[in-house]
């Protein structure tokens, strides 16, 4: 497995490995040991994932961005199985060097990416394609009374979204109610 490094302390971009042959291919999409096997080489603590998450969503569907506060923080090991989204990780831990920066990058059934994000971030996404499957492993359950979101075009963040002007993105109620990062507690 490639495991490529972030400007972003701990935030790390996962290569599976792909084995073709005349039925098709193969990989292995998860193994503890081996992934955690990679957090202790980047210094992180290793993980048990307790939830996994599913997302189906239409072409232009922005999701988030959404973290949960403390003690609640969750990690995230999240794949795209079909079509492509620009996934973005916002750093909200406040002891970091990289407090309030975010990366995006496009994952996507083609590229086969993986994307970890560490406890402690804000994540959302907006879908690239029609019928984008998402899915995503979690280190805590969801708690709906603990989850908060901040606005997708929060200006103190100033997240490059790769939005047509001419194209209306899709919200949830949720996401449409969003508050700016400055007036959340983390």
Same mark, same amino acid.
């Given at each position: 497995m490639k495991v490529t490094e972030t400007n972003i302390n701990g935030l790390l971009i996962l290569e599976q490995d792909i084995y073709? @042959?005349? $039925?098709?291919?193969?990989?292995?999409?998860?193994?503890?040991? &081996? !992934?955690?096997?990679? +957090? #202790? $080489?980047?210094? %992180?603590?290793? =993980?048990? !994932?307790v939830q996994d998450n599913h997302a189906l969503s239409h072409k232009h569907v922005l999701r988030g961005l959404h973290y949960q506060q403390k003690p609640y923080t969750q /990690?995230? &090991?999240? %794949?795209? +199985? %079909?079509?492509?989204?620009? @996934? =973005?990780? =916002? @750093? &909200? $831990?406040?002891?970091? /060097?990289? !407090?309030?920066?975010?990366?995006?990058?496009? &994952?996507? /059934?083609?590229?086969?990416? %993986? +994307?970890w994000i560490p406890a402690g971030f804000a994540h959302g996404y907006l879908s690239l394609e029609d019928n984008s499957f998402v899915t995503y492993k979690t280190t805590r359950f969801y708690k709906k009374s603990k989850e908060l979101c901040i606005?997708? #075009?929060d200006s103190e963040l100033k997240i490059n979204w790769p939005?047509?002007? @001419? =194209?209306?993105?899709i919200l949830s109620p949720k996401d449409k109610i969003a508050q700016s990062l400055k007036d959340l507690v983390l």
């Open positions: 073709h @042959d005349e $039925r098709g291919w193969f990989s292995e999409s998860y193994n503890e040991k &081996l !992934f955690n096997k990679i +957090l #202790n $080489r980047y210094n %992180q603590s290793e =993980v048990n !994932f /990690a995230k &090991l999240l %794949q795209v +199985l %079909q079509g492509s989204i620009w @996934d =973005v990780a =916002v @750093d &909200l $831990r406040e002891d970091s /060097a990289t !407090f309030k920066k975010w990366i995006g990058i496009e &994952l996507s /059934a083609k590229n086969k990416k %993986q +994307l606005k997708w #075009n939005i047509n002007p @001419d =194209v209306s993105i």
